[in-house]
């Protein structure tokens, strides 16, 4: 596989300037490099920006995993459904100190 992320002089700017996607995400980024000639210091940081890159891609992500609404379904079915959820409710009303209704 060919390393894309070799740096590349913007004209108008007048900056370096890298641009590859690690993983499906698009990096581009301008370099603070404002000089023609420093074509190597932009290398070196071009492969740091890609290194870093694919450091982040290849790091275990601490995401939550999204549960469907079919598998929300089938937990609350095996938690007793609609009656689970009605003794919870019950529960919850009993341990409060509702104030009571006077009749007239």
């Known amino acids: 596989m060919a390393e894309n992320w070799h740096p590349f002089w913007l004209e108008k700017p007048g900056v370096w300037a890298v641009d590859f996607r690690v993983g499906g995400k698009r990096y ?5 490099i404002k000089d023609i000639k420093m074509q190597a210091l932009a290398t070196r940081l071009a492969e740091g920006i890609y290194r870093d890159a694919w ?4 790091a275990p ?3 939550t ?8 379904a089938d937990l609350y079915v095996q938690a007793g459904g609609k009656n689970a959820f009605y003794q919870n409710s019950c529960i919850t009303l009993a341990r409060q ?8």
Request: charged share 40%; proline share 7%; net charge positive.
């Open 28 to 32: 581009r980024r301008r370099l603070p």
């Open 55 to 58: 450091a982040e891609e290849l």
């Open 61 to 63: 992500s601490a995401s």
């Open 65 to 72: 995993k999204k549960v469907t609404f079919a598998e929300a």
């Open 97 to 104: 100190d509702l104030p009571t209704k006077s009749t007239r």
